[in-house]
């Protein structure tokens, strides 16, 4: 019987130390994830903005292409999602800033903000570009690629910064937030004749079948 005890006690002490483990790896695992995030956005403005010298053509990306990139090193990691980015968005109120890609599958959202590929060209007058980004699941904990989780926040005349591959800047600023909509919705591709749009559009609370739209109105282009 105390041989029996003693394993079971055994058990649970290597159990404890396995989850504490596991949650180390994790734990670092969302950091170098952070780490690369902000640092790919900080490059490429500094190249676009800072040195006023806008990147080559971006590289797209397939999905499958994306799953490898979990497998590189920090350094190749972050070369890699530089040459696949077409810009960079600044969401001053809610402290976000991240590099921007076309495409929105799940994947591509691990990296990126993705821009829809059926979608209008960034400024383009009389256009909406849609932009997309995961939010989290209520009680879901930590997520280190919900950008758009307090899009929620945003209010009318908050400003929304693009810095896009050719040197542009583009300065935007909110005019309407719909949120727990129909996924289904039109919004993100709602236009205003002789002015640009763009609607970053995320998932209501995560619940996949509604979305939250947040539109904004170009104000200036630099």
Known sequence: MKRFIMMIFVIIILSGIALCVYSLLNINKEKEHDTVIETVAQEITKKEVSQNNPIDNPVELEPNEIKKIDSLDK???????????YGVMYIPRINVKVAITKGIDKNILRYFIGMYNTTDTLGLIGGNTAFAAHTKIPGSGQCSYCWFDDIKRL?????????????STYIYKVISKKLNKKKDSDYAFQKIKDKSLITLV??????????????????DIK
Not at 80 to 85: D, F, G, H, P, V
Request: aromatic share 8%.
């Open 202 to 219: 995320t998932c209501s609370n995560g619940d996949d079948e509604y979305r939250d739209f947040i539109t904004a109105e170009m104000i």
């Open 155 to 167: 209010t009318v005349d908050d400003d929304i910064i693009i810095n896009w591959h050719d040197g």
């Open 75 to 85: 350094e190749k990691k972050i070369s890699t999602l530089i040459k696949s980015a």
